[in-house]
């Protein structure tokens, strides 16, 4: 994994990181490179603001519950070293946002239970299912603070989930993209030629609209092929609302 392609830093309860993930993974397999699995917290993102003065009321619960399975996720690479992480991720993702609507879109460790959620993708992915102590473990945080620190050098600070860092250690990393559809094998190969360019450009900084639909996905009641509502939605990959 010291060689890998491409750094992803995600958050596990973030929608739109998801659905980049799924995005990476669709190109991955066509062209063949390799990701290295690294972790970002919203919830440590965030420590410095009033949640209730600046984000809907589901979103301190939600973005705590990804901090708690980033513990696992630490405790996993511990223990097993980088290469279970993205399947323990990808596990935590379909448990979360591919199945059935959850109120408000909310990750689905605050309704289903996060240790339920940790311990039954702990043990789809053949890892011990004690991993999932590390849940109420504060002492973990230093190590996902630590990463979430060396994403915000690449980028900047004034960005959220997801933080891709292409052609690592010396290539450009950036906030994004933040997409809300899945492209299809071919859209997914085009977009990442494009965002690959953009990367490589060291005065690229920014390309932005602040309108978006819902993610298509099943937690939001929203199935693949079909136009989200275009609104404002934020949906936690960002710092904080604006």
């Known amino acids: 994994m010291a060689d890998a392609d491409l750094h992803f830093y995600f958050d596990p309860v973030c929608p739109f990181a998801w659905m980049t993930s799924k995005w990476v993974r669709t190109v991955a397999r066509q062209k063949r490179y390799d990701v290295e699995w690294r ?3 919203l919830r440590l993102l965030n420590s410095h603001i009033d949640y209730a003065a600046h984000f809907p009321p589901e979103y301190e619960a939600s973005h ?4 708690k399975l980033l513990r696992v996720a630490a405790s996993v690479r511990r ?3 980088p290469a279970p992480i993205g399947a323990f991720y990808e596990t935590l993702g379909e448990e979360t946002f591919e199945r059935e609507a959850v109120p408000d879109g909310t990750a689905a460790a605050v309704h289903r239970g996060t240790r339920e959620l940790a311990t039954s993708a702990l043990t789809r992915n053949g890892l011990p299912a004690e991993h999932a102590d590390a849940l109420e473990d504060s002492t973990w945080d230093a190590v996902i603070q630590a990463e979430t620190d060396v994403a915000l050098t690449l980028t900047g600070k004034d960005v959220g989930t997801p933080i891709l860092h292409f052609e690592p250690p010396t290539g450009t990393a950036l906030f994004g993209p933040v997409i809300s559809r899945l492209p299809d094998d071919a859209e997914a190969v085009e977009l990442w030629e494009h965002v690959v360019a953009l990367s490589r450009f060291p005065g690229f900084a920014e390309l932005k609209r602040s309108l978006r639909e819902q993610p298509q996905l099943p937690s939001f009641g929203v199935a693949a092929g079909e136009v989200g ?3 404002d939605w934020h949906g936690g ?4 609302k604006k």
């Open 64 to 67: 705590t519950a990804g901090l």
């Open 229 to 231: 509502k275009q609104e």
């Open 79 to 81: 223990a097993h070293g």
């Open 237 to 240: 990959s960002r710092r904080q």
């Open 39 to 41: 972790f970002i917290s």
